[in-house]
């Protein structure tokens, strides 16, 4: 031990002894490090097993609470991650409860596979200020809509209504994908699609946000699409095949949208429009979007590919456009307006009118109060231009259809064209004479080309005034069939000068120009079933300055219409009438003249109608001048003719003795009374004609211009004047209607 001892003792020495560093405790690194991740593992469980269970019931309490109730959310599975600032949610159910279900309020069922919130800034939650969030994922969203009674409003925005009062929400992008949604406020009505997105970039929840004009609720640009929608209402069921709508560039989109009437379309109207319409592409452009909750619709162009439209109005008619608008948007301003191969039909309008290649253009239109009375405004646009294909509408319907291959106008150039344009009847003329009760008029015209030009739009779609500069029909071709054994129509007719100021509307027309036009008439008397014809072929003229407007007439009190024409492909006809306008009396004046002809042309009319068959006679010359007013026609013939013989006719059925006594009264009538020559002898002065007959008011201004030709041919022949005046009365149309059948 003492050896021990003494190995350990240390020699002396003469220097002083070394100094010996101190000893640094060793610092355990390890140990901190184990605390740290044991820390970290204690806070990631009491993550996973506090905070999520937390926030779950958080989440479900905070819905129930601010919803007073009426509203339970379910979750299935919530987690968050800390380190990636993430919160994660899967099987979302948001029910209504049973006691909101009881009432008309409106209920909402919200089911969706997963919502995925990405890049939460937590300092920010954590300092209360505006918190950024990377991106919001809501996936395969399901939701549900009952009821119609919205619940109380909330006047509070909804940046002011964030949980735990935040100052608001930063949030990058935001995606609801594969959406679907539904709404049933009725059993009868219904609005739903099967599959939508919707994506918003750069949404600022917050009260700067809202007041930023440059954002769109609250973003700065939505993106949306939505496919295979469905709506019933109204008396309707609309399908969907897709929309598109993007806030950046004012683009919506929709194809293939389809519009079903529940009853079909028909003649009969009733309290609400039908329509079907199906419409492939609908584009509207350059949508300024910021401006709609100011009640702004501003938008470039609005283009409708292919519409193919039919509906029935309601029986009462709508209000005008701009007070169905204003509701929605007081100010409503489109740059253009487009249809491209279009297609329409009206039914249930007397008109029936249809149409077939559609293209409409108009230029800045105004759906406001002040433009639909504004100078220089047509319906709301400064412009419009139409052109279709094959059209029809119905004339004195179901009489007669007006057809056409093809119609243009344009409100810039004020004009007007139909081309290949026809009028022709619905129905036989036994069935349209039967159908109305009296003898009709069987017309067909037509003509390759109506043009208009002058015209007043503006006059016409704002006051109802119809101006019209001139109005050309070239090469017209008509054909006028008729029959006297059914009675004369009971009622005055409406083809007669007076009739003009009974006119349930106010025009004015400058020129009215007619080339090269032929008429056919076709006429089967009550005496003979054989028909007689009459024609004016090359027909060309023009009635200036027909109008109804007491302003108009004052400056310009007289309408004047001449005319020229082959009658009867021999003798060339002028004519000049002059017509006071707006007489009460429907007083007007004729001039005329016909050219060298023989008589026989006259066998066509006369000869048929039994009257008599000029054997023999040409005239040389044939002046007339009339005047004609409500009780009838006065004037005078001065015609020129030589060799005259006629021969009276009996009817079809006349046998025996009455044939025989017609025959003897037809020797005496060409012995004794007719003028075979006028003047009877060279050099002698010409016997003049007297134009005199009573006016039918039944009957048109035609009939009683026929009647002063026939009374003052007669009498210039040497028929004595009463006699004369009586023939040019006479009508053959019988009392009754004949038989069903009889016609034929």
Not at 717 to 729: C, D, H, L, Q
Request: include cysteine; aromatic fraction near 6%; hydrophobic fraction near 40%.
């Amino acid at each position: 031990m003492l050896a021990f001892c003494r190995y350990l003792t240390v020699p002396a020495s003469t220097s002083a002894p070394a100094a010996v560093p101190p000893v640094r405790p060793r610092v355990r690194w390890g140990w901190w490090l184990v605390a740290g991740l044991g820390l970290v593992a204690g806070l990631a469980l009491a993550v996973h097993f506090l905070l999520d269970p937390w926030l779950r019931r958080q989440a479900e309490t905070q819905v129930a609470r601010r919803t007073h109730g009426r509203y339970q959310l379910r979750l299935r599975e919530l987690h968050t991650s800390l380190w990636r600032r993430t919160l994660t949610v899967r099987g979302i159910d948001l029910v209504p409860t049973p006691a909101l279900l009881a009432t008309d309020s409106l209920a909402l069922r919200l089911h969706a596979s997963s919502l995925r919130v990405a890049g939460i800034g937590l300092g920010a939650l954590l300092r209360r200020q505006v918190v950024p969030i990377d991106s919001l994922v809501l996936q395969a969203p399901h939701l549900r809509l009952t009821g119609r009674r919205l619940p109380a409003n909330n006047p509070k925005p909804l940046h002011q209504r964030l949980p735990r009062q935040l100052p608001g929400l930063r949030l990058g992008y935001l995606s609801i994908q594969e959406g679907q949604a539904a709404y049933r406020p009725t059993t009868a009505d219904s609005i739903s699609f099967r599959r939508g997105t919707l994506v918003g970039q750069d949404i600022l929840l917050a009260a700067a946000g809202a007041a930023d004009t440059q954002r769109v609720v609250y973003a700065a640009a939505w993106q949306l699409r939505v496919a295979d929608g469905q709506a019933k209402g109204y008396g309707h069921r609309l399908q969907l095949g897709a929309l598109g709508f993007a806030t950046k560039s004012g683009l919506l989109r929709i194809d293939s949208l389809r519009v079903r009437p529940l009853v079909p379309i028909s003649n009969r109207r009733s309290e609400l429009v039908r329509v079907a319409l199906s419409l492939p592409v609908v584009r509207l452009t350059g949508l300024q979007v910021r401006s709609l909750r100011q009640g702004r619709f501003t938008a470039d162009t609005l283009r409708l590919q292919g519409p193919d439209l039919s509906f029935t109005p309601a029986r009462q008619p709508p209000p005008p456009l701009h007070e169905l608008v204003a509701g929605v948007f007081p100010r409503f301003r489109l740059g253009s307006f487009l249809v491209v191969d279009g297609r329409v039909r009206a039914a249930g309008l007397s008109m029936a009118p249809r149409a077939e290649q559609v293209m409409v253009q108009a230029q800045d239109l105004r759906l406001e109060k002040a433009a639909s009375q504004a100078p220089g405004r047509i319906f709301y646009g400064r412009s419009w231009g139409v052109r279709t294909g094959p059209g029809s509408m119905l004339l004195d319907a179901p009489y007669y259809r007006l057809a056409y291959q093809r119609l243009d106008f344009s409100t810039t150039g004020k004009t007007l064209r139909l081309s290949n344009i026809g009028v022709q009847p619905t129905m036989s003329l036994e069935a349209l004479s039967r159908r109305k009760g009296h003898q009709m008029s069987h017309i067909r015209l037509w003509a390759p080309q109506l043009q208009a030009t002058g015209i007043d739009w503006a006059a016409l779609t704002q006051r109802g005034y119809l101006k019209v500069g001139e109005l050309a029909l070239p090469r017209p071709v008509l054909r006028v069939s008729g029959d006297g054994r059914y009675p004369i129509n009971p009622r005055l007719s409406v083809v007669t000068p007076e009739a003009l100021r009974r006119l349930p509307f106010q025009f004015e027309l400058g020129r009215l120009r007619i080339q090269r036009g032929d008429i056919w008439f076709r006429y089967r008397s009550a005496r003979s079933p054989q028909l007689g014809r009459v024609s004016l072929t090359q027909l060309s003229g023009t009635l200036t300055n027909l109008s109804n407007n007491p302003r108009r007439v004052r400056v310009a009190p007289v309408a004047v219409a001449r005319a020229t024409a082959l009658f009867q492909q021999r003798s060339r006809v002028g004519v000049t009438i002059r017509l006071p306008l707006l007489r009460a009396d429907g007083r007007h004046t004729a001039t005329g003249t016909f050219s060298r002809a023989p008589f026989s042309i006259l066998n066509p009319i006369t000869v048929p109608g039994r009257s008599a068959r000029f054997k023999s006679g040409d005239v040389d010359q044939v002046r007339f001048a009339f005047t004609a007013d409500r009780q009838g026609v006065r004037g005078q013939m001065w015609a020129a003719y030589s060799n005259l013989k006629l021969e009276l006719l009996t009817e079809h059925k006349d046998q025996g003795v009455k044939k025989l006594l017609v025959k003897a009264k037809s020797k005496l009538v060409d012995g004794l009374l007719i003028r075979n020559n006028n003047p009877r002898k060279p050099g002698q002065e010409l016997k003049i004609g007297v134009i005199e007959s009573s006016r039918d008011r039944r009957l048109s201004v035609f009939a009683i211009w026929q009647q002063a030709l026939i009374s003052g041919m007669l009498h210039s022949m040497g028929v004595p004047r009463g006699i004369a005046k009586k023939t040019s009365e006479a009508s053959s149309a019988p009392k009754t209607m004949p038989p069903p059948g009889s016609l034929r």
